[in-house]
């Protein structure tokens, strides 16, 4: 009776620990896809990135439709007062040459009358999706951001400096702004941004004339803070570009392509110069050598 009765109690906990981890798995699933939400990540563009290696437009589109916003938090969107809006959107090149600053300016419209529970703060992020021939250098953007020019800012896609035109994927820039507390302010229900995003032109292929990089308009997101008791949550806005006022964003750059024709003296020119260049060096090291020799023997 007593083997039975210590069977018994066996059995009991070993169906209990059973059911501990399941529910432990259960929950521990729960907070990571929580933690893991697109809409929760720093980063509108990470989440994509992670699923995906080259930027494409349509899949880009569909993810913001249905991973993006599908999830994002919807704790403002009852408070009718809080309804921003972009009025305009205008973007131009800034610059010559082969580096050139790609100027955004937008200006977002919001309802005059006061609002019930205003945020603790916002940031507008503009999501660049660069086209071929055209790159950001993330150790730029970066420094930037420690100048307090942009709140953050990051590069995905392909991030190698390097590659020509022809041998490179697509990258996108996301850069963050702060807002600040005059989004919501009574006294100004209409805010200007402005943005100058520094780029870099890759090298296009041999050919005559130039190659034709035309920029589209930027995706653009309006995220805020709700100051609550028990914590603070953030909520994502897109802000439509099709109800603007005023839309001109399609900057245009023409990128020189280098001439076939003068291939064999560029090459012959740059052969020369490497030969000349290594030839300075060794002598300059044989003449250090010989007065390190020299300076050895006065001094013995």
Request: with cysteine.
């Given at each position: 009776m007593e083997l039975h009765d210590y069977l018994a109690r066996r059995l009991a906990m070993v169906i209990t620990v059973i059911l501990v981890a399941k529910i432990s798995s259960c929950l521990n699933t729960a907070v990571l896809s929580e933690v893991h939400a697109p809409y929760v990540d720093n980063y509108v563009a990470k989440s994509y990135f992670n699923k995906h290696e080259n930027l494409v437009d349509s899949m880009f589109e569909d993810f913001i439709a249905h991973d993006i916003l599908y999830g994002a938090c919807v704790s403002l969107q009852g408070n009718v007062e809080f309804s921003p809006k972009l009025s305009a959107l205008h973007g131009k090149l800034i610059g010559e040459g082969s580096h050139r600053r790609l100027s955004s300016t937008l200006r977002l419209k919001m309802s005059s009358e006061s609002i019930s529970r205003p945020p603790k703060s916002c940031e507008v992020i503009i999501v660049e999706r660069l086209p071929s021939g055209v790159f950001a250098d993330p150790f730029e953007l970066q420094h930037l951001v420690q100048r307090g020019v942009f709140r953050d800012a990051a590069v995905f896609g392909d991030t190698n400096l390097e590659l020509p035109s022809f041998l490179s994927n697509r990258s996108l820039v996301e850069v963050h702004l702060e807002v600040g507390a005059n989004l919501t302010s009574q006294q100004k229900d209409e805010l200007e941004i402005h943005m100058e995003l520094p780029l870099h032109a890759?090298?296009?292929?041999?050919?005559?004339?130039f190659s034709r990089v035309e920029f589209a308009s930027p995706d653009l997101f309006l995220r805020c803070n709700v100051e609550r008791k028990e914590d603070d949550t953030g909520c994502l806005f897109l802000l439509d570009k099709q109800n603007a006022e005023s839309i001109d964003t399609h900057p245009v750059w023409e990128v020189?392509?280098?001439?076939?024709?003068?291939?064999?003296?560029?090459?012959?020119?740059?052969?020369?110069?490497?030969?000349?260049?290594?030839?300075?060096?060794?002598?300059?090291?044989?003449?250090?050598?010989?007065?390190?020799?020299?300076?050895?023997?006065?001094?013995?």
């Open positions: 890759r090298y296009q292929p041999l050919g005559h004339g020189p392509c280098g001439n076939r024709e003068h291939t064999e003296v560029v090459s012959a020119f740059t052969f020369i110069s490497a030969v000349v260049s290594a030839l300075l060096i060794i002598v300059a090291s044989i003449k250090y050598s010989d007065n390190a020799s020299s300076n050895v023997l006065k001094q013995s």
